[in-house]
């Protein structure tokens, strides 16, 4: 149930910030269901893998190095996801930042809730 509601936040918040952030574009609800679960699975199958080879990179940066990573995640969803469009580094950083503090605040929220 915990990962419905989380899949169904990420949805939300990609739409909002589809319509907020210039460059970054999603075509339909639909399209926003996809990008929250290839999001999901990227970040359970791809992320640990790039933060493992980095690891030099990202002790060397106290840990800033893992913002790149974010928005390395972003542009990998962009290229598998027909429908959602990120215009560049930049923009998929900036969204990656936004798309983090708003689960981040969801997921506290709901603890304290609990």
Same mark, same amino acid.
């Not at 970040?43 to 030099?56: A, E, G, R």
């Not at 930049?90 to 798309?99: D, G, I």
């Given at each position: 149930m915990?990962? #419905?509601?989380?899949? +169904?936040? %990420? %949805?939300?918040? !990609?739409?909002?910030?589809?319509? +907020?952030?210039p460059? @970054? /574009? !999603?075509? /339909?609800? +639909?399209?926003?269901?996809? $990008?929250?679960? &290839?999001?999901g699975?990227?970040?359970?199958?791809?992320?640990?893998? *790039?933060v493992?080879? %980095?690891?030099?990179?990202?002790?060397?940066?106290?840990?800033?190095?893992? #913002? !790149?990573?974010?928005? !390395?995640?972003?542009?990998?969803?962009?290229? #598998? $996801?027909?429908?959602?469009? @990120?215009?560049?580094f930049?923009?998929?950083?900036? +969204? /990656? *930042? $936004?798309? =983090?503090f708003?689960?981040?605040? &969801?997921?506290?929220? =709901?603890?304290?809730? /609990?």
């Amino acid at each position: 149930m915990k990962t #419905l509601i989380n899949i +169904f936040f %990420t %949805t939300i918040f !990609v739409l909002l910030l589809a319509n +907020f952030l210039p460059g @970054v /574009s !999603v075509d /339909s609800l +639909f399209t926003a269901i996809i $990008v929250a679960l &290839v999001l999901g699975l990227l970040n359970i199958f791809i992320k640990p893998i *790039l933060v493992l080879f %980095t690891l030099p990179a990202t002790i060397f940066t106290l840990g800033l190095f893992l #913002l !790149v990573i974010n928005a !390395v995640i972003i542009m990998l969803c962009d290229e #598998l $996801v027909t429908g959602f469009h @990120v215009r560049g580094f930049w923009t998929a950083l900036l +969204f /990656s *930042l $936004v798309l =983090s503090f708003c689960q981040s605040l &969801v997921s506290g929220l =709901s603890e304290k809730k /609990s």
